[in-house]
């Protein structure tokens, strides 16, 4: 499996932006998609959840209706790390944020997971 380490999560306030990162143990090109799944609190990993953004092998990405137009997904493949900017931020956004590696496009059970980032969107 492929070994996923995310950063970057915490404590922002409504109108904010965060950015996280994910940094893999192979490269970028030989994994079929990396993507972003926001966990809804206090939910078990994979469950109540879903993936808001995901960017493939060949660098198409694509992001979830909720998100799209504040959340990007992008990847630096020198350094095999993807990247999440999150921006215009709502407490709606609270969640435990899963940077996952779907290697070979064989479904989710199969994706290796990080540990997941707490992002708090708070006044």
């Known amino acids: 499996q492929v070994h996923v380490v995310e950063s970057g999560g915490g404590l922002v306030q409504p109108g904010g932006s965060l950015r996280l990162s994910c940094a893999v143990s192979?490269?970028?090109?030989?994994?079929?998609?990396m993507g972003w799944w926001r966990q809804a609190p206090g939910q078990p990993r994979g469950e109540a959840g879903r993936?808001?953004?995901?960017?493939?092998?060949?660098?198409?990405?694509q992001t979830t209706d909720s998100v799209k137009g504040r959340f990007t997904i992008s990847r630096d493949t020198a350094n095999n790390t993807v990247y999440l900017q999150m921006n215009n931020l709502s407490p709606e956004d609270t969640a435990v944020y899963f940077c996952?590696?779907?290697?070979?496009?064989?479904?989710?059970?199969?994706?290796?997971w990080g540990q997941g980032t707490q992002v708090t969107v708070s006044s």
């Open positions: 996952i590696a779907d290697e070979t496009g064989s479904g989710s059970s199969y994706w290796s």
């Open positions: 192979l490269s970028l090109y030989e994994i079929h998609r």
């Open positions: 993936l808001v953004a995901q960017i493939t092998s060949g660098g198409r990405t």
